[in-house]
C-alpha cells in the first residue's frame, strides 16, 4: 500500500484516524543510525510501526525492527513522544492518519540485517551522510532529537 506523509501543508487532507506507533534509533559503536528504506514510498526511515493489540509499546519497537531490518533491540529509553496533529500519513486506501508516535532509543543484542516486505534496503548511516539520503523531514526530527542527546524526551 503507497503512502503519503503531509507535514505541515495546508493542502493536506483531513484525518479519519490516529494509530499508536513506534520508531527505533539504534546507534552502532561507531554512532552509525539504523536506516530502512521504505518499500511504499522509497524514502529513508527509522525502522517502527503500528503497535498492535494486545502489546507494549516496547514489545510493539522489538518486533517492529525485526520485521523491517532482521535485527534483535532492546530499548533503553525514549527520544520523544510525537502527535502532532499537522503530521498526516495518507494511504492509498483512504485512511488519513494523525501522527501519534513514540520514538525510542534502542541496542543492538543480535540479528543479522535483512530488507522486507517494508524495505527495500536496510544499513547503518554515518550522521554526517544522512543530508545526502531522501528523508522526510519528520525522520531527520526524529534523528536530530536523538544526536542532540537532550536531557529529557521531547513532547508534541
Excluded at 530488507?115 to 536530530?144: C, G, K, N, W, Y
Amino acid at each position: 500500500m503507497a503512502r503519503i506523509d503531509h507535514y505541515h501543508e495546508p493542502g493536506a487532507p483531513k484525518p479519519n484516524s490516529m494509530v499508536p506507533a513506534v520508531t527505533a534509533v539504534v546507534a552502532n559503536e561507531a554512532g552509525e543510525i539504523l536506516l530502512q528504506r521504505r518499500a511504499d514510498n522509497g524514502l529513508w526511515a527509522l525502522p517502527g510501526g503500528a503497535v498492535e493489540l494486545g502489546e507494549s509499546a516496547g514489545q510493539s519497537v522489538v518486533r517492529e525492527v525485526k520485521e523491517e531490518t532482521g535485527l534483535d533491540v532492546e530499548p533503553t529509553g525514549i527520544v520523544g513522544v510525537y502527535s502532532d496533529p499537522h503530521h498526516l500519513i495518507e494511504f492509498s486506501d483512504g485512511e488519513v492518519r494523525q501522527q501519534f508516535s513514540v520514538c525510542f532509543t534502542a541496542r543492538l543484542v543480535g540479528g543479522a540485517p535483512a530488507t522486507s516486505d517494508e524495505s527495500t534496503a536496510v544499513r547503518f548511516v554515518a550522521p554526517a551522510e544522512l543530508d545526502d539520503l531522501a528523508m522526510h523531514p519528520a525522520q531527520r526530527l526524529l534523528i536530530r532529537h536523538f544526536l542532540e542527546c537532550r536531557p529529557a524526551p521531547f513532547f508534541s
